[in-house]
T-cell receptor, first 113, second 116 residues
């Protein structure tokens, strides 16, 4: 089955620096890759997503890149702010079934003021 | 409009008891998902509903777990004879899930289950 690996498990950056979180997946049929942000004690919220026909997508300070050949995708946060501190999860659809997702194990991002 | 809601928000039960967790999706969302999140870990996919049907139940951890959905609305996740390893946050999500498209999943606040 699908396996989504996420690195690093924890990431600490200084406010204003960039943060990069990487995920790899194993199922070449996966075609949709969302990223979720989960603040402590709160529900996961979608922050950005990318589909397999696109290599890069950007939304203000957040961007996601996808390399289908290498089967990895990354989240980039620029000009980090303390409110970016949270756990970030990547996910990939299970093959062509866009109703089923495998999630990465999460990255705890700490932005130090 | 109202988001996904779940009840109870917290549940403490004794080992061996049955528990029922409820999810109310966003009105009009045809797809509904259940996930389990153990402390400090990622989300584990359990089951999803398209309408009232669950096409794939292979994510359920054991036969003690079951789920149903009625009226293309509320869903309940039932855990029978709870074990301590069932302790986790159970998250529900819903999406429009239109045919052949991928729609954003919106999560509920979760039910925190503690089995003593």
């Amino acid at each position: 089955g699908e396996n989504v690996e996420q690195h690093p498990s924890t990431l600490s950056v200084q406010e204003g620096d960039s943060a990069v979180i990487k995920c790899t997946y194993s199922d070449s049929a996966s075609n949709y890759f969302p990223w979720y942000k989960q603040e402590l004690g709160k529900r996961p919220q979608l922050i950005i997503d990318i589909r397999s026909n696109v290599g890069e997508k950007k939304d203000q300070r957040i961007a996601v890149t996808l390399n289908k050949t290498a089967k990895h995708f990354s989240l980039h946060i620029t000009e980090t702010q303390p409110e970016d501190s949270a756990v970030y999860f990547c996910a990939a659809t299970m093959g062509y079934n866009f109703n089923k997702f495998y999630f990465g194990s999460g990255t705890k991002l700490n932005v130090k003021p | 409009g109202a988001g996904v809601s779940q009840s109870p928000s917290n549940k403490v039960t004794e080992k061996g008891k049955d528990v029922e967790l409820r999810c109310d999706p966003i009105s009009g969302h045809t797809a509904l998902y259940w996930y389990r999140q153990r402390l400090g870990q990622g989300l584990e996919f359990l089951i999803y509903f398209q309408g009232n049907s669950a096409p794939d139940k292979s994510g359920l951890p054991s036969d003690r777990f079951s789920a149903e959905r009625t009226g293309e609305s509320v869903s309940t996740l039932t855990i029978q004879r709870t074990q301590q390893e069932d302790s986790a946050v159970y998250l529900c999500a819903s999406s429009l899930a239109l045919a052949e498209t991928i729609e954003t999943q919106y999560f509920g606040p979760g039910t925190r289950l503690l089995v003593l």
